[in-house]
């Protein structure tokens, strides 16, 4: 009776197989064909060409600075993430849906009014522009920053792959735990983090692969310095409108790559940890 049911309550084979199709045909024109082109256009001039673009000093320096700043964003997103996550997840306080609401502001707000916000922050102008003169501190069109633009804009992606993942588990592992007798931090290194650590590093892969790709509000915040301020985006930018076409898409190759390499690990996951993966992406 059981299976009938579910038959019964299951869409036509035709309709089925024809939304699977058109799911297909969109992926494909939208996403693995425009990609397919970059790398035809990477190539065009032969491998010595696109390895030569790719080893110019203004290349070299922009992804340096953008591994640079993935090296400084992701370790500190995942560590505010974490504890933001268990503070939501684990206590009540006043303001907690305020805070909720905060941490999906870089979701909303376009990257490129981030970045004027922080020119209204550290600018000359700006509310901390004596301040930073005194201590003779540079922000704005140097690394400092393109770290921050890209520390606001990705910030969401760990800690909110967090809280529904913790809220769902609940806490009694962890009352067991002080119970018997675990402090904070051996229950935390314990119980915690075991039971979160899939869903911690798939929001730390969402937030790799936002940080190497940010361009509206590291454009704003970074000068256009070539060779010094610059990142693989808008490395790529320059090049495009000087009309070095080769050029532009050796580096969007690159920058792809780089991209793949994170899918790739995130398809690992969720094949090896589906359950708990899953579970990360129940929302209440």
């Known amino acids: 009776m059981h ?66 700043t993935v090296a400084i964003v992701v370790p500190v997103n995942a560590g505010f993430g974490l504890f933001t996550a268990w ?56 690394r400092p920053g393109i770290v921050l633009a890209t520390l606001f804009i990705t910030f969401p992606f760990v800690v909110r792959e967090l809280i529904p993942l913790m809220q769902q588990q609940g806490a009694d592992e962890e009352l067991a735990a002080r119970s018997l007798g675990a402090g904070g931090w051996t229950m935390f290194r314990r119980v915690t983090l075991p039971n979160i650590k899939w869903g911690l590093l798939y929001g730390v892969l969402l937030c790799s692969a936002r940080a190497m790709g940010e361009f509206g509000a590291v454009s704003v915040v970074s000068g256009h310095i070539r060779g010094l301020t610059n990142t693989l985006p808008l490395h790529i930018e320059i090049l495009y409108n000087e009309f070095d076409s080769t050029g ?22 969720e094949s090896r940890h589906g359950d708990a993966l899953a579970k990360s992406h129940r929302r209440h």
Do not use: N, Y
Not at 248 to 269: E, H, M, N, Q
């Open 87 to 142: 503070a939501i997840a684990r206590f009540e306080f006043r303001g907690k849906q305020l805070l909720l609401s905060l941490i999906d502001l870089p979701f909303a707000v376009s990257p490129v009014v981030a970045g004027l916000c922080l020119v209204l922050l550290f600018g000359s102008h700006g509310w901390f522009a004596d301040l930073l003169q005194r201590f003779d501190i540079k922000i704005l069109f140097a």
């Open 248 to 269: 532009a898409f050796a580096a969007a190759s690159l920058l792809a790559g780089l991209a793949l390499i994170t899918l790739i690990l995130k398809f690992w996951l």
């Open 3 to 68: 299976d009938a049911a579910l038959r019964d309550l299951q869409e036509p084979a035709w309709l089925r197989w024809s939304l699977i199709a058109l799911a297909v045909l969109v992926m494909a024109a939208l996403v693995v064909l425009p990609l397919v082109m970059v790398l035809g256009a990477a190539f065009a001039e032969g491998f010595g060409r696109w390895l030569d673009s790719l080893t110019q000093p203004d290349a070299l320096s922009a992804l340096k600075l953008t591994l640079f």
